[in-house]
């Protein structure tokens, strides 16, 4: 049996895991908008206090990045494929899927 | 078709394991995941349900006679659609394969709950349903042999890895929690001492301008009491002085008109 241990390849100054984008050149903006959303949803979300997310700002900067970057990278036409077949609003399940919505 | 499915628990309340799921990747036993983005992410406030779309970036050696299937690449894509439910309580993560998918297809469904017997504990269930689509029978059947044998592997990997984020995490919202605690102590302390020392200061000036006040009546008023008493006695002295020169004065003249019926024989003359 392996033992988890605690070394990680990226870690911020202030100690915090950073995990990667898959396009480099969002790294940065990702990990503020991650940083903003975790202390949110462990402070605010998880304790009933906001239901709205703050962290919106940050993550129109990070989308912008991630656009361009799934144009540039080729990825828009498998994005679109997928989320026909198990669409956002339908909880991610796919089309005639027979899993009931709970 | 083929179906994998595995239920285990965790040692950790479901609110850490929902919160450690945003912080899954990377660690060390998954290193094949590279990259996770969120690409959408809606609040809605009457169901309290945080629903999040992830692109999930993986590079995985694929078996030889595979990649001469599908070409050379070896990163491969993952959506995910991730539902947490505050009120029932589930976060339920549904992905997708986008990459091979014209060969391969894995399904993958997975539902953290809180175990009903113990809040300390969450119960993890995993489904997955992997469909292979070339044309031969046999092909298929050892695409989808493969492919199980695999999803059981990283399955488990993915298991140890997550234990070794939680247990990272756990102790940093501990001491977190801990130095907050201390800093919050720390902050009360000083409060209270700031007040203490200003109420001192503010009673010791009080009492040093009633001591200072006190002082300076009680010198005026000696002083006063002193140069009355300085004047009275001068003046009582002088006066004293001056029954003393009048008194001398008298007794001179009595004494003079004394000594000049004695010299006359005043009394010898009326003794006769």
Redo the contacts between chains.
């Keep these: 049996m ?1 033992t ?7 870690i911020d100054k202030m ?1 915090n ?1 950073l ?5 480099p050149e ?1 790294d940065e903006k ?1 990990a503020t ?2 940083a903003c ?2 202390s949110w ?2 402070e605010k ?2 304790a ?1 206090k906001s ?3 703050e962290c919106e700002e940050l ?1 129109h900067e ?2 912008e990045c ?1 656009d361009i970057a799934l144009v540039k990278r080729g ?1 828009v036409k ?2 679109e ?3 026909e ?2 669409s ?1 609003e339908n ?4 089309q005639n ?1 027979d ?1 009931a919505k ?1 | 078709m083929k179906l994998y499915s595995s239920e285990h628990h965790f040692d950790y309340p479901w ?1 850490t394991i ?2 450690a799921n ?2 899954k ?5 998954s290193s094949h995941v ?10 809605y ?1 009457e169901t ?1 349900i ?2 999040t ?1 992830r ?1 999930i ?1 993986c590079k995985q050696p694929v078996p030889k006679w595979l990649s001469m299937l599908t070409g050379g690449d070896n990163i491969s ?1 993952v ?8 009120v ?1 309580r ?1 976060l ?1 993560l ?3 394969n ?2 091979m998918n014209h060969l391969l297809s894995v ?1 993958e ?1 997975v539902v953290y709950r809180p175990d009903p017997e113990d809040p300390n504990r969450t119960i993890f269930k995993q489904e997955a349903e992997i469909t292979a689509y070339a044309s031969f029978r046999r092909l298929c059947d050892k695409i989808e042999d493969f492919s199980v044998e695999r999803f059981g592997q990283n399955a488990l990997k993915g298991k ?2 997550f ?3 939680l ?2 995490l756990d102790s ?2 501990i001491e977190n929690r801990y130095l907050k605690h201390v800093r919050k102590e720390l902050n009360v302390v000083t409060q209270e001492a700031t007040e203490i020392v200003s109420d001192v200061t503010k009673k010791t000036s009080v009492i040093l301008s009633e001591v200072n006040e006190l002082t300076s009546e009680v010198i005026s008023e000696v002083a006063g009491k002193t140069s009355g008493a300085i004047q009275e006695v001068s003046e009582k002295t002088s006066s004293v002085l001056s029954e003393v020169t009048d008194i001398t004065s008298k007794t001179n003249s009595v004494l003079y008109q004394v000594t000049r019926l004695v010299k006359g024989g005043i009394f010898r003359g009326s003794n006769d």
Excluded at chain 1, 91 to 94: A, K, L, N, T, V
Excluded at chain 2, 34 to 43: C, N, P, S, T
Excluded at chain 2, 79 to 84: A, D, G, L, W
């Design positions: 392996l988890p241990h605690t070394t990680y390849q990226k100690g895991i995990s990667a984008s898959f396009a969002c990702k908008y991650d959303f975790n949803y462990t979300f998880l009933g239901i709205t997310n993550w990070y989308k991630i990825m498998m994005m494929e997928a989320r077949e198990a956002f909880s991610g399940i796919p899927h899993e709970k | 609110t929902t919160a945003w912080q990747y990377p660690n060390e036993m590279i990259g996770v983005d969120v690409l959408r992410r809606e609040v406030p309290k945080l629903r779309e692109l970036t894509y959506r995910e659609v991730s539902e947490v439910d505050l029932n589930t339920t549904r992905s997708n986008m990459t399904y469904v140890i890895g234990e070794g984020v247990h990272y940093e919202w």
